[in-house]
């Protein structure tokens, strides 16, 4: 089980944290990520950190804003989200991926279990 929080609405320029407590499975076996989804538009893939921290991987359109982190020890991932823009509107979600490489961690289909989204509206 993946549940989030942290979501809101701020205006353009603002900056938010999201996070996601896991449950239920080894959370250190497993890479987490984050994705998001706007109206009318397909989930689209935002960041993913490896099971050790070792790695990140973000989308072009949140580089250098976004930082995603975990605490292995206490379960939880996280999404520090500078910089906000109107276009960042979405329902962001957490994800978690078992056996996966690199190259694929933008692949929403690969992975296995799901968080059900929290907003987050950036207003001009």
């Known amino acids: 089980q993946l549940v989030e929080s942290g979501g809101g609405l701020v205006q353009a320029g603002d900056s938010l944290r999201l996070s996601c407590a896991a449950r239920?499975?080894?959370?250190?076996?497993?890479?987490m990520g984050w994705f998001r989804q706007a109206p009318g538009k397909e989930r689209e893939f935002v960041a993913h950190?490896?099971?050790?921290?070792?790695?990140?991987t973000y989308a072009d359109s949140v580089k250098g804003r976004f930082t995603i982190s975990r605490d292995n020890t206490a379960s939880t991932v996280s999404l520090q989200m500078n910089s906000l823009k109107p276009e960042d509107t979405a329902v962001y979600y957490c994800?978690?991926?078992?056996?996966?490489?690199?190259?694929?961690?933008?692949?929403?289909?690969?992975?296995?279990?799901w968080g059900q989204g929290t907003q987050v509206t950036v207003s001009s």
């Open positions: 239920g499975f080894i959370f250190s076996s497993y890479g």
């Open positions: 994800a978690a991926i078992r056996n996966y490489k690199l190259s694929e961690v933008t692949r929403r289909h690969e992975y296995n279990y």
């Open positions: 950190v490896t099971r050790s921290s070792g790695s990140t």
